[in-house]
């Protein structure tokens, strides 16, 4: 584990923001004025826990005795699914989940969903059904949400070809007349890996690869992907996200 030290941290309210990954956290606290106060990372093997150990793990690693106003918590996995806002909210949102993802688990996830708003487009995403318990235990008011969001946040109001990398992953999105056209989330292990699945998108939407910006967001450089991106897609541009967690 990984901590940074905290700046007078007291009962005053505070704003919470914890990621979960599949085998971790990390989480930092801010004050009313957005100053970061302190930052922790660390593993919990969320597989091999039961919800009351999970629970546990929560009280012992997210600072629970600070007197927080708002908690954010943002799931990091695969198993989501955006349908355009159509018809509104639906009732089905299980048979949209599982027919992009047919092994999603029902036994041991739970599905949510959330709108957003100005995108017009309902995000429907699965989580293990004992972390979501595990958090109602914890908090008591808190807001529940995906890393896709995030991602889109970023671009709110812009129109383009958009890229974020975390990890090994890759989640990329095009906005045409602020309507999404496409979302979705990659594996990659090689440069090679970025430009294909880029170019596959854009080939598929029919996008010619030298006439459309291509922003991406990460939180470090990528020197030789860029310039292979470049060759192939001129208009790249790379944009540091030191404010997100990693």
Known sequence: MQETGNKHISDNPYQLSIRLQSDGFSLSIRNEEKSVLSTKNGKI?????????????????????????????????????????????????????????????????????????????????GCPTKIVNAIKKVFSNYQLSHTIVEFLNLVNGANGVFMSMRGSKMDIAIISDNRLLVANTYAFSSNEDVLYHLLNVMYTLKLQADKHQLNIFSNQDHPELQKLLIKHIPNTTFLQLNNLNQ
């Open 45 to 125: 093997l969320f597989q091999k826990l039961n919800e009351e150990e999970i629970t546990v793990e929560f009280r012992q690693q997210f600072e629970t005795e600070i007197n927080y106003n708002a908690v954010e918590i943002t799931l990091e996995n695969d198993f989501y699914t955006l349908v355009p806002d159509l018809f509104g909210e639906t009732d089905d949102n299980l048979t949209l989940l599982k027919f992009q993802h047919p092994d999603f688990d029902t036994k041991e996830n739970i599905v949510l969903n959330k709108m957003i708003g100005n995108l017009k487009t309902n995000l429907i995403f």
